[in-house]
């Protein structure tokens, strides 16, 4: 039954399991914010089913109800779990009066992933599990950094994994501060940080240069705080990230260290799996503001090849009614 997965299928699935691990995320909320994650389970479902039944080439009536899709797969696939997931939908109709509790929210997320466990494999040949989620990101290079530290992870290396990971998130928002490498035409560009040799320098031990040095670590923080948080990304999830990654300096010869404490001598793989999972969240939310760049980028190239000196006009006010001829400027 199993047909080959072409990459905009393989994309489709690993939506499905976003949306079911942000569920898991929601879940773990306190009540009432917890309830979001019926939603997720339920979207996470739909989003499945509408895939399966493209795959499996059934056509599905638009604005069909949730439970009807069922009986219309069944002549070439017959759904488990209808019961289990009427549940699920009545507990989302639900939230309209009622939140769930926290035993309800628990059973929709088993029915949930004992669904995609059962029919995954059996309609598109593979375990969700298998699908990475980091085929939604936009970001190239944040990619490559979770696919490199994706085969520490597998061999059990969760220290240098987590390393991986600080690099990857690093990345992403230098990413948006500097526009492609460069700061002049980037949207989120909140100044230039400093630098090893900007002036004054002097032994750091130099106790006129402490107010100095506080300073520049106040302004560092400030600044990828800014970037952040204009990107959506989530600050408690951002300072959860830190406490349990590495900071990764990259010095001048390309040699990337990290120092490594007893705590993260102790991360685990669940550890790891929340930060990943951080990391391509904090990407999916960031990539809102892709167009938003290309518009940056697009004017400060239109402006960098205008002839200098720029031609300007002066703001006199209203069009004067009595008179349509006459310009609003004066264009020197």
């Known amino acids: 039954m199993a047909q080959p997965l072409d990459p905009l299928t393989v994309q489709r699935l690993a939506y499905v399991r976003y949306l079911y691990r942000e569920g898991v995320e929601q879940s773990g909320q306190p009540s009432p914010l917890r309830s979001r994650a019926i ?3 339920h979207d996470a479902v739909e989003n499945f089913i509408g895939l399966a039944a493209q795959h499996l080439g059934v056509e599905l009536k638009k604005n069909a109800e949730f439970l009807s899709y069922w009986e219309a797969i069944k002549p070439v696939y017959e759904l488990p779990k209808k019961d289990q997931m009427k549940c699920l939908n009545d507990a989302r109709v639900a939230l309209k009066h009622n939140f769930p509790s ?4 628990e059973q929709a997320r088993e029915t949930v ?3 995609f466990t059962t029919v995954t494999p059996k309609i598109f040949g ?9 085929d ?4 190239h290079e944040v990619k490559q950094l979770l696919r490199d530290a994706q085969t520490h992870a597998d061999i059990g290396d969760y220290v240098q994994a987590m390393a991986g990971l600080s690099l990857a998130f690093q990345a992403l928002l230098t990413n948006y501060q500097r526009g492609e490498g460069s700061t002049r035409w980037s949207a989120f560009n909140f100044g230039e940080k400093p630098s090893a040799f900007d002036e004054p320098r002097g032994e750091w031990r ?3 240069l402490k107010r100095l040095e506080k300073l520049d670590n106040f302004m560092v923080i400030t600044q990828n705080t800014l970037l952040a948080i204009s990107l959506g990304i989530d600050y408690p999830g951002m300072a959860r990230f830190h406490i349990l990654t590495p900071k990764v300096r990259t010095y001048g010869n390309g040699d990337k260290r990290y120092y490594i404490g007893k705590a993260l001598e102790e991360v685990t793989s669940d550890d790891y799996d929340w930060a990943r999972h951080f990391v391509i969240e904090s990407g999916l939310r960031a990539a809102k503001a892709d167009d938003l760049q290309a518009m940056e980028k697009k004017a400060w190239e239109a402006n960098r090849k205008a002839k200098i000196p720029l031609p300007h006009r002066f703001w006199t006010g209203p ?3 009595e008179d349509r001829s006459v310009t609003v400027f004066d264009v020197l």
């Open 319 to 321: 069009v004067d009614p």
């Open 126 to 134: 593979i375990e969700l599990d298998t699908v990475d989620m980091v």
């Open 136 to 139: 939604l990101l936009t970001q």
């Open 113 to 115: 992933v004992d669904f």
């Open 39 to 41: 939603t997720s389970f």
């Open 102 to 105: 926290a035993h309800q929210i």
């Open 206 to 208: 130099d106790p006129g």
